[in-house]
């Protein structure tokens, strides 16, 4: 399974746009890259998920260069409620029944 | 849809107790897991089942059981409770549609928080 590495913390403004790096090196053909968000007191909540260049949603935008060794996950303008921890999954094509949570970044929006 | 659905929501045990802490999701989902959150960690695979009848081992799965009879339920037991395992637990379920799809999302239950002492 490939190693995750994210920054532990991230400190932001309302309204600027926050980037977060993970590293996964030993990523593997069938690997997909997903990011969740945890909110305080709640389970974990799908962001988006990418198997290589851009992908974007309503929410966020996921950049994957091509040598998928790492991925950045972008939340455009973030606001107060934006405060929470953000954590990298790398795992196989199939369900994500051997899926590891590291220790995820914990975002924290000021005002 | 309720989604997942986890019963209690808090609850404190003594050591050596047990108790069962209850899964359900109503999205007709055949993948379930149970995660254990330690504060300020990650979340840690405990069990999983792929789907009625079958269940297997995560990556921290001592002091647990499991059963899955039906595709709704989940059931988490713990037979002697023991202070390690205060943590917060969470469900979760996610539909696989077999090879050529990506990682199914997981949707999560709101947790239940354990204390042992």
């Known amino acids: 399974l490939a190693k995750t590495t994210q920054p532990i913390s991230m400190d932001s403004y309302e309204g600027q746009e926050v980037n977060i790096t993970c590293s996964h090196n030993?990523?593997?053909?069938?690997?997909?890259i997903t990011w969740y968000q945890q909110f305080p007191s709640q389970g974990p909540r799908f962001i988006i998920q990418?198997?290589?260049t851009k992908v974007t949603n309503e929410v966020a935008s996921l950049f994957i260069p091509a040598d998928r060794k790492s991925s950045t996950l972008s939340l455009p303008r973030v606001s107060l409620s934006d405060t929470a921890v953000y954590y990298c999954?790398?795992?196989?094509?199939?369900?994500?029944?051997?899926?590891?949570f590291g220790g995820g970044t914990r975002v924290l929006v000021k005002p | 849809n309720a989604g997942v659905t986890q019963t209690p929501k808090f609850r404190i045990l003594k050591i050596g107790q047990s108790m069962t802490l209850q899964c359900t999701q109503d999205?007709?989902?055949?993948?379930m897991y149970w995660y254990r959150q330690d504060p300020g960690m990650g979340l840690k695979l405990i069990y999983y089942s792929v789907g009625a009848g079958i269940t297997d081992k995560g990556e921290v799965p001592n002091g647990y059981n499991v059963s899955r009879s039906t595709t709704e339920d989940f059931p988490l037991r713990l037979e002697l409770a023991a202070p390690s395992q205060t943590s917060v637990y969470f469900c979760?379920?996610?539909?696989?549609?077999?090879?050529?799809?990506?990682?199914?999302?997981?949707?999560f239950g709101p947790g239940t928080r354990l204390l042992v002492l």
């Open positions: 030993n990523i593997a053909t069938n690997d997909y």
């Open positions: 999954l790398v795992g196989p094509r199939a369900a994500g029944n051997k899926l590891t």
């Open positions: 999205m007709n989902h055949n993948y």
């Open positions: 979760a379920s996610s539909y696989s549609r077999g090879s050529g799809a990506g990682q199914e999302t997981q949707y």
């Open positions: 990418g198997y290589k």
